[in-house]
């Protein structure tokens, strides 16, 4: 660490995971194939490749229960964790689940049994829905605001990491990018709990048939794993802090550079419809919005179930404007500890 506080609020997430990757990855186990900087650690045990992953959703930062459930929070805490999982190529298998519930705060201090209840039981149809089983965890209190960890544990048959990329590789998104930023600002505008998964919303400030899948997108994302058919994938990542910035990190682990398409970019209807009326930019939900949980990968095959957005370069990072003018790759996506 030197004297310009590299690490920390001054420069933010990035910084802090190289200092620690630094620090720490000189020590790596002889069984640890893929570790520090990856979706998730890859250890070689018994065999076969265990994938290990954790993630941690604070509330103020990764949730608000002033338009946030319980059921949709623990949804999403799970879906977050096995996303990172299919993000390597793998499927989940176990979970861990640590809570750090505070009774002072307003949101729970009267109903935390409540709270737990169906924090719990959100968490239970998403392991549900992905085939996973709870296996342990922590209880504890929180003094301010709650708390929420979850480790996912899986397996591959071939794990993918970011850094296979090699240039003239084709780049492709799974899905429409976007939704979940654009539902995170039409929430702002409800203020209120709403409950998309039982088709329970309302039709201001746009028609809820608008409204419900950039919101459902937000509040409880399903992350599918993507079918790759017979083509063979040289990186990959989830898109979890903005395709601009996610595109970075890859190519920065793979040594590479990279040219996407405007045109190419999927957007939904109710994306762009939505923005519109917000007197928001679509293609800046889409670079920089996050939490689309969708993935980002690169191929030298062609591979018609996914979106085509771009190639892989030796170096650079370009942008390649409708008009097929030429920029650099706008900077931004979110980052913890910068504001």
């Keep these: 660490m030197g004297s310009d506080d590299s690490i920390g609020g001054q420069v933010g997430e990035l910084a ?3 200092y620690i990757r630094d620090e ?7 069984d640890l194939t893929i570790g520090i900087g990856d979706d998730a650690a890859v250890l070689k045990v018994g065999g076969r490749n ?6 941690t959703m604070c509330e103020g930062v990764h949730f608000d229960l002033a338009f946030a459930t319980a059921y949709q929070v623990g949804f999403k805490l799970v879906s977050v964790n096995v996303s990172d999982i299919y993000a390597m190529g793998g499927a989940p298998e176990w979970f861990l689940l640590t809570t750090s519930l505070s009774s002072g705060t307003s949101a729970t201090s009267a109903t935390s049994d409540r709270f737990a209840r169906e924090f719990l039981s959100g968490v239970k149809a998403a392991l549900n829905l992905y085939g996973a089983a709870l296996i342990g965890g922590d209880v504890t209190s929180s003094r301010s605001g709650i708390v929420l960890t979850g480790i996912v544990l899986g397996g591959a048959k071939s794990p ?6 090699r240039a003239g590789d084709k780049i492709y998104v799974s899905g429409v990018l976007g939704d979940s930023a654009c539902g995170l600002e039409l929430l702002k505008k409800i203020m209120a709990p709403v409950a998309p998964e039982k088709d329970d919303g309302p039709n201001k400030p746009l028609p809820w048939e608008i409204m419900r899948p950039l919101i459902t997108r937000h509040l409880m994302p399903k992350v599918i794993q993507q079918d790759f058919g017979t083509a063979t994938v040289s990186a990959m990542m989830d898109i979890s802090d903005g395709l601009s910035l996610d595109l970075r990190r890859l190519c920065q682990e793979s040594g590479v550079g990279a040219a996407i398409y405007e045109n190419n970019i999927p957007m939904s209807a109710q994306m762009t419809t ?4 917000l007197n928001k930019d679509p293609l800046k939900f889409s670079l920089c919005g996050g939490e689309d949980y969708e993935y980002l990968f690169t191929s030298a095959d062609k591979i018609d179930t996914a979106h085509y957005i771009g190639d892989i370069t030796d170096s650079g990072l370009v942008f390649i ?4 003018r030429q920029m650099d790759l706008m900077d931004c996506g979110y980052e913890h ?3």
């Design 321 to 324: 404007g409708k008009d097929g």
């Design 337 to 339: 500890f910068k504001t």
């Design 16 to 18: 802090l995971v190289k």
């Design 24 to 30: 720490f990855g000189a020590g790596l186990l002889k």
């Design 160 to 165: 993918i990491s970011r850094k296979g990329a």
């Design 274 to 277: 939505a923005a519109g009326f």
């Design 50 to 55: 265990l994938l290990i992953s954790a993630d």
